[in-house]
């Protein structure tokens, strides 16, 4: 078990900084012009897209694996699943608030705007918000969980 939550507390820190990097970013990159903001979201981010989702997606199993090892174990559960569901739903905020804008982009160049592209960088922005706060409470929950379970 300490092997697991472990992993799912490092990974969980990972998406947690990825995503607050994207929040720092914010306030430079709503100030750029359109073009230059469709550039960096095509040329920055294939790192982000390729190892981020792997990390991510180790989060939420490793989280979901560390709620069945803690299942008897109270209040370690309660921290440990409210922690899962935070990784699940800034998951799906990836895919439903993020994902379709990197859709539009991807058909796109920086000559050739979205016509909605100021509606665009606000949901990705601030997609990146909400999976940010999402992440850190997570990260905060099975910190949480941790600390229900050591002596004191």
């Not at 991510?56 to 409210?82: D, K, M």
């Not at 739903?89 to 592209?117: K, R």
Request: aromatic residues 10%.
């Amino acid at each position: 078990m300490r092997a697991l939550r472990f992993v799912a507390l490092a990974l969980t820190a990972l998406t947690l900084g990825l995503a607050f990097s994207h929040v720092l970013e914010m306030p430079a990159k709503l100030a750029y012009s359109g073009s230059q903001w469709l550039l960096l979201q095509q040329t920055l981010y294939g790192n982000f897209r390729a190892l981020g989702m792997l990390i991510e997606l180790g989060a939420v199993a490793s989280a979901i694996a560390l709620v069945y090892v803690v299942r008897a174990r109270r209040p370690a559960l309660y921290w440990t699943f409210f922690a899962a569901t935070c990784l699940v739903a800034a998951h799906v905020a990836w895919w439903t608030g993020a994902f379709p804008v990197n859709a539009v982009v991807a058909q796109h160049t920086p000559q050739m705007l979205p016509p909605d592209l100021a509606q665009l960088r606000q949901q990705w922005e601030h997609t990146h918000v909400v999976r940010a706060v999402l992440q850190g409470a997570a990260l905060g929950a099975l910190l949480a969980s941790l600390l229900a379970e050591t002596r004191r």
